[in-house]
């Protein structure tokens, strides 16, 4: 395993962004303002429930974030998609993370639950990312995990299965 930090802020993650962090060709979180989060607390190749790694990350909410003008006007929420889009974020990143090579894309997810929703009163959300497993292979390098966003410490997503691969094609 490479030897990274367990805490990134949010200068280390545009410089994942931008390809400094892992490499050219390998892991990048998206610019701003698809980048999801704001900071990452803790990662692991081996903690979580499972033992098989982690991420712990933090998004700070403010009024003036650029989906509460469009999504709805007059009703404004956070889109979903952009919660679960935020944990897949940090399932590829922990496999960069691991020193594994490729750029990582979005495989599926087994299943959604959406409890509540992001507004902009809410002041931050919490990514948690728990590995069921992490497979590397000659073919394939690949992670699956379970997540929740909690906003303002109440679990609003649930995600099971998240798949996240690293292609070096």
Not at 18 to 45: C, K, V, Y
Not at 49 to 71: M, N, S, Y
Not at 145 to 155: I, K, Q, R, S
């Amino acid at each position: 395993m490479a030897e990274y930090p367990r805490s990134f802020d949010r200068e280390d993650l545009l410089k994942c962004a931008r390809g400094e962090l892992f490499g050219p060709g390998n892991a990048q979180l998206p610019l701003p303002p698809m980048l999801m989060m704001d900071r990452i607390t803790d990662i692991s190749g081996d903690g979580g429930t499972h033992g098989k790694g982690h991420v712990v990350a933090e998004f700070d909410i403010r009024p003036d974030l650029w989906f509460f003008d469009c999504h709805f006007p007059g009703n404004p929420i956070m889109p979903g998609c952009l919660g679960l889009d935020g944990l897949w974020q940090l399932t590829g990143f922990n496999l960069g993370w691991r020193g594994w090579q490729g750029r990582g894309y979005a495989l599926g997810v087994g299943e959604v639950k959406l409890s509540g929703m992001v507004r902009p009163d809410r002041t931050m959300l919490t990514y948690k990312v728990d590995f069921t497993k992490a497979v590397q292979t000659r073919r394939l390098t690949m992670g699956v995990a379970d997540g929740t966003v909690e906003a303002d410490g109440e679990v609003i997503y649930q995600v099971r299965d998240m798949k996240v691969a690293l292609s070096e094609g």
